[in-house]
C-alpha cells in the first residue's frame, strides 16, 4: 500500500453536482470561502450515463462565480467533439472516459495543446491496464469508487486497489500525475484513498450537505498528514 507523508498536499474538489442549482453562483462563492482548492464539474449525456446534467454553460457559469480552477469531468460519447466548447467556456482540467474514445493519445495531446491539463478515467469495471498506456500523457488519473451518473452512491472499497496500481505506475515511471478519487468520499474513504497514493478528493453530498462546509473541507484535507 502507497503510504502517505507528513507534507503530503491534498486538493479538494467539491463537486457542484451536489450544490443547490436555485442558487448556484452563491454555493459556488460559498464554498471557495470555505476552503475548496478545485471546483468539480460532471458533465454527463444521457448516453453514456443515464442522467444528463451540465455543459459547458455550467462551465461559463462557474468561471464568472470563481477564480478557482474549473475540473470538468466529461462522461460523454464522443468526448473530442466538445473540447473547445469547455475550453473556450473557461475549463482548467478536462478529463475523458477512456470508454469513451477512439483515440485518446490524440484526445489527450488535443486537451494539452489547449494549454489545459488532461485527465483520463475508467468505471469501476473498468481494468487499470486499459489506461496504463496513456498515463504519461496524463496530467491526472481519475478513479471512480462509484458507478458513474448519480451521486451520493456508496463507495466501492475496490477501487483502492486502482489507486495504489496507478501511484505505483506513476513512482514507478516519474510521471508527474494527481491520483483523483470520486465517488462516495467522506472522512473515512478519504483517509482509505490518501493512504492508498490519492492526492485529488472530490466530494459531493460530504460538503455541500454539511452544516459546516469548512470543517468538511478541513477534515478530508486534513488526512494528508
Same mark, same amino acid.
Given at each position: @500500500?502507497?503510504? *502517505? ?10 463537486? =457542484? ?35 444528463? *446534467?451540465?455543459?459547458?454553460? @455550467? ?15 466529461? #462522461? ?28 485518446? *493519445? ?37 478513479? #471512480? ?10 463507495? #466501492? ?7 495504489? +496500481?496507478?501511484?505505483? =505506475?506513476?513512482? $514507478?515511471?516519474?510521471?508527474? *500525475? =494527481? ?33 459546516? $462546509?469548512?470543517?468538511?473541507? +478541513? ?5 494528508? +498528514?
Amino acid at each position: @500500500m502507497a503510504q *502517505t507523508n507528513s507534507s503530503k498536499k491534498i486538493i479538494i474538489a467539491p463537486s =457542484l453536482l451536489s450544490a443547490n442549482f436555485g442558487a448556484l453562483e452563491s454555493e459556488i462563492k460559498n464554498i471557495e470561502e470555505a476552503g475548496a482548492d478545485w471546483l468539480h464539474i460532471d458533465v454527463m449525456d444521457g448516453s453514456f450515463v443515464p442522467p444528463i *446534467t451540465f455543459g459547458d454553460n @455550467m462551465v461559463t457559469t462557474a468561471k464568472k462565480s470563481s477564480s478557482l480552477p474549473l475540473d470538468i469531468h466529461l #462522461m460523454i460519447i464522443n468526448p473530442e467533439n466538445h473540447l473547445e466548447a469547455f475550453r473556450s467556456a473557461g475549463a482548467s482540467t478536462i478529463t475523458i472516459h477512456i470508454e469513451t474514445v477512439k483515440d485518446p *493519445t490524440k484526445t489527450l495531446t488535443k486537451i494539452k495543446s489547449f494549454g489545459l491539463k488532461a485527465g483520463i478515467t475508467l468505471k469501476p469495471a473498468t481494468p487499470v491496464s486499459e489506461i496504463e498506456p496513456f498515463l504519461e500523457l496524463c496530467d491526472l488519473a481519475l478513479v #471512480m469508487t462509484v458507478n458513474p451518473g448519480w451521486s451520493g452512491q456508496k463507495f #466501492m472499497p475496490e477501487g483502492l486497489k486502482k489507486i495504489e +496500481r496507478i501511484a505505483e =505506475l506513476a513512482n $514507478r515511471n516519474k510521471y508527474n *500525475t =494527481l491520483i483523483e478519487v470520486d465517488g462516495g468520499i467522506n472522512a473515512e474513504t478519504a483517509k482509505q484513498c490518501v493512504d492508498a497514493g490519492a492526492n485529488v478528493l472530490v466530494a459531493g453530498s460530504y460538503v455541500f450537505g454539511a452544516n459546516n $462546509r469548512k470543517d468538511a473541507i +478541513r477534515s478530508l484535507r486534513n488526512q494528508g +498528514r
